[in-house]
Nanobody
Framework: QVQLVESGGGLVQPGGSLRLSCAAP????????IGWFRQAPGKEREGVSC????????YTARAVKDRFSISRGDAKGTVFLQMNSLKSEDTAVYYC??????????????????????WGQGTQVTVSS
C-alpha cells in the first residue's frame, strides 16, 4: 500500500476549471501507473485518466477527453488532472490511484478499479450554478 494525498477539489460553476493534484511520495518503483477515477452518487466508480511511468502512456476516458488532461510533476509519484469546461455531469468524488504500469495504456481497457493497488481518500468536485 502506498499513501496518496489528493488536493484541488471544490465547487465550480459550469464551464469553469479545476486542477486536481496527487502525491505518492512512498512509491518505490520507477514502473507504475498513476491516475484518477471518479464516482458519482448512485453510480459505479469509473476510470477517468492515467499515465504510466516511465514510458508516459496516457489514457483519458472518452467522456472527458477534450476537456481533461493529465500530467506528471517533477517529483516521482506526482500527478495533476487539469479539468476544463466542467459540466454538471462531472460532479463526483475523484480518487487518485496507483497500479502496476501495464494497467495504463492508450486503449484504457485495463484502467479499472480492480487493477488498483492503492487509493487516495478522494476529493469532492461539484459543478453547479
Amino acid at each position: 500500500q502506498v499513501q496518496l494525498v489528493e488536493s484541488g477539489g471544490g465547487l465550480v460553476q459550469p464551464g469553469g476549471s479545476l486542477r486536481l493534484s496527487c502525491a505518492a511520495p512512498g512509491l518505490g518503483s520507477e514502473y507504475y501507473a498513476i491516475g484518477w477515477f471518479r464516482q458519482a452518487p448512485g453510480k459505479e466508480r469509473e476510470g477517468v485518466s492515467c499515465i504510466s511511468s516511465p514510458r508516459g502512456d496516457i489514457y483519458t476516458a472518452r467522456a472527458v477527453k477534450d476537456r481533461f488532461s493529465i500530467s506528471r510533476g517533477d517529483a516521482k509519484g506526482t500527478v495533476f488532472l487539469q479539468m476544463n469546461s466542467l459540466k454538471s455531469e462531472d460532479t463526483a468524488v475523484y480518487y487518485c490511484a496507483t497500479a502496476p504500469y501495464y494497467y495504463c495504456s492508450a486503449r484504457g481497457s485495463s484502467w479499472l478499479p480492480r487493477s488498483v493497488g492503492s487509493w487516495g481518500q478522494g476529493t469532492q468536485v461539484t459543478v453547479s450554478s
